[in-house]
Nanobody, 117 residues
Framework: QVQLVESGGGLAQPGGSLRLSCAAS????????MSWARQAPGEGLEWVSG????????IYADSVKGRFTISRDNAKNTVYLQMSSLKPEDTALYVC??????????WGQGTQVTVSS
């Protein structure tokens, strides 16, 4: 079955960095675009970033542009989100999603990121 397992979340200080990973299995990873979304407490799901199937095209929400970098390693069936210059507003559950024609069709359980001093 399709499975997406996020890891790498945790507690970071403002200005700090974290690298999230999403391990994919159960499908041909290199055939799909992938994305990250997040949900802060009491808020709706916010799209964060996306990457094309070959990794050549990336896109970011304005709120994270210049601070976050999405990447993927198709040989490892893994997509990453490198987060730098973290802000308290980045605190959220981060979810990895498989994307088909611009729409997520599978997602993981998420990994919690907390940014606090």
């Amino acid at each position: 079955q399709v499975q997406l397992v996020e890891s790498g979340g945790g507690l970071a200080q403002p200005g700090g960095s974290l690298r999230l990973s999403c391990a994919a299995s159960g499908f041909t990873f290199s055939s799909y675009a992938m994305s990250w979304a997040r949900q802060a407490p009491g808020e709706g799901l916010e799209w964060v970033s996306g990457i094309s199937s070959d990794g050549q095209n990336t896109i970011y929400a304005d709120s994270v542009k210049g601070r976050f970098t999405i990447s993927r390693d198709n040989a490892k069936n893994t997509v990453y989100l490198q987060m730098s210059s973290l802000k308290p507003e980045d605190t959220a559950l981060y979810v990895c999603r498989r994307t088909l024609q611009g729409r997520p069709d599978y997602w993981g359980q998420g990994t919690q990121v907390t940014v606090s001093s």
